[in-house]
């Protein structure tokens, strides 16, 4: 028997995350490396709306540029979509309007945040009422951002980063984003991170195998304390990044110079995140950013995950 269908369109948004700690693990024999991340999403929204359609479709808006983004059956949105139809099985098909602001390449899962919204609003739209955990287990066949952008909030993810755990985050973070106006591939990255552990065996320690979120950051969440988590923000990956684009690092130290308490390369990159005392902090660091021509963004940590809205 058929889903009943139960509107004409559906909403739904997810948001970017920031990796306040990034720890990558020695390079396995298919190629990946598992990690240990501590994720937190933040006010930085990708929203889908979906409508009927016979075939599967997506097109995008927003003011974020999105000319390199796919938009044949490789999006990762129509693949989420096609995965949720075959799963419950569903006949027909969906088109997509993605709004986004999230950096493309930049990384803080956009392109998992759109997967997570369409699987919810595909949901909705198809009437296919899919369970939590099965929703979940879509998301970790799509990417290892995907379940995080489902759940939200604060948590460590291991594995590939889509084994999720909730980690408890007091209060709000102010954090001050400045996007780049290219990408940076995360296959790349790792690779370059590759290379630089090999180029440097003898003066680095060898990378764990199966690597862990310290136990300080966990506290400095737990507490709350921006400052206390300024001083453990970690990510194996920025160095590679910093490699691979080094004009990042003049921006890396003027936010640090304007006030920032701690600055990191967010994920693979190139979007970088400043962690600010406060809201009023992360306006004076966001003036010194502008002034310098750098775009600059204000948003808080942690929200909610993927969820349905009422338009």
Same mark, same amino acid.
């Given at each position: &028997?058929?889903?009943?269908?139960?509107?004409?369109?559906?909403?739904?948004?997810?948001? $970017?995350?920031? @990796?306040?700690?990034?720890?990558?693990?020695?390079? &396995?024999?298919?190629?990946?490396?598992?990690?240990?991340?501590?994720?937190?999403?933040?006010?930085?929204? /990708?929203?889908?709306?979906?409508? *009927?359609?016979?075939?599967?479709?997506?097109?995008?808006?927003?003011?974020?540029?999105?000319?390199?983004?796919?938009?044949?059956?490789?999006?990762?949105?129509?693949?989420?979509?096609?995965?949720?139809?075959? *799963?419950?099985?569903?006949?027909?098909?969906?088109?997509?309007?993605? /709004?986004?602001?999230?950096?493309?390449?930049?990384?803080?899962?956009?392109?998992?945040?759109?997967?997570?919204?369409?699987?919810?609003?595909?949901?909705?739209?198809? $009437?296919?009422?899919?369970?939590?955990?099965? &929703?979940?287990?879509?998301?970790?066949?799509?990417?290892?951002?995907?379940?995080?952008?489902?759940?939200?909030?604060?948590?460590? $993810?291991?594995?590939?980063?889509?084994?999720?755990?909730?980690?408890?985050?007091?209060?709000?973070?102010?954090?001050?984003?400045?996007?780049?106006?290219?990408?940076?591939?995360?296959?790349?990255?790792?690779?370059?991170?590759?290379?630089?552990?090999?180029?440097?065996?003898?003066?680095?320690?060898?990378?764990?195998?199966?690597?862990?979120?310290?136990?300080?950051?966990?506290?400095?969440?737990?507490?709350? %304390?921006?400052? &206390?988590?300024?001083?453990?923000?970690?990510?194996?990956?920025?160095?590679?990044?910093?490699?691979? /684009?080094?004009?990042?690092?003049?921006?890396?130290?003027?936010?640090?110079?304007? $006030?920032?308490?701690?600055?990191?390369?967010?994920?693979?990159?190139?979007?970088?995140?400043?962690?600010?005392?406060?809201?009023?902090?992360?306006? %004076?660091?966001?003036?010194?950013?502008?002034?310098?021509? *750098?775009?600059?963004?204000?948003?808080?940590?942690?929200? *909610?995950?993927?969820?349905?809205? @009422?338009?």
């Amino acid at each position: &028997m058929a889903p009943e269908v139960v509107r004409e369109v559906a909403h739904a948004r997810a948001p $970017g995350k920031i @990796n306040v700690s990034l720890q990558v693990g020695s390079v &396995m024999d298919d190629g990946y490396h598992d990690v240990a991340i501590a994720y937190q999403a933040v006010s930085l929204y /990708e929203d889908v709306r979906a409508w *009927h359609a016979d075939d599967f479709s997506v097109t995008f808006t927003g003011s974020v540029d999105t000319d390199m983004v796919p938009v044949d059956a490789t999006n990762l949105a129509i693949k989420a979509a096609r995965l949720l139809a075959r *799963h419950a099985k569903y006949r027909g098909g969906v088109r997509l309007e993605v /709004e986004k602001h999230v950096p493309v390449a930049g990384g803080m899962g956009g392109g998992s945040a759109d997967a997570a919204a369409t699987l919810i609003a595909c949901d909705a739209l198809w $009437g296919t009422n899919v369970s939590r955990d099965d &929703m979940l287990e879509l998301a970790r066949q799509l990417g290892a951002d995907v379940p995080f952008a489902l759940t939200g909030g604060t948590a460590i $993810g291991t594995g590939r980063g889509d084994q999720l755990s909730p980690a408890l985050a007091k209060g709000s973070f102010d954090w001050v984003l400045v996007p780049s106006e290219f990408g940076l591939s995360t296959p790349a990255v790792y690779a370059e991170l590759d290379v630089h552990r090999a180029k440097h065996v003898r003066d680095i320690a060898p990378a764990p195998v199966a690597p862990e979120v310290s136990t300080e950051v966990l506290h400095a969440l737990r507490a709350g %304390n921006p400052a &206390m988590l300024a001083e453990v923000m970690t990510n194996d990956l920025q160095v590679a990044a910093l490699h691979l /684009e080094p004009s990042l690092i003049n921006i890396l130290e003027l936010g640090e110079e304007s $006030g920032a308490l701690a600055g990191i390369v967010s994920g693979s990159g190139p979007t970088l995140a400043f962690l600010a005392s406060d809201a009023e902090s992360a306006s %004076n660091l966001i003036d010194a950013l502008t002034l310098a021509g *750098h775009e600059a963004i204000h948003v808080t940590g942690p929200v *909610h995950g993927a969820r349905l809205l @009422n338009d």
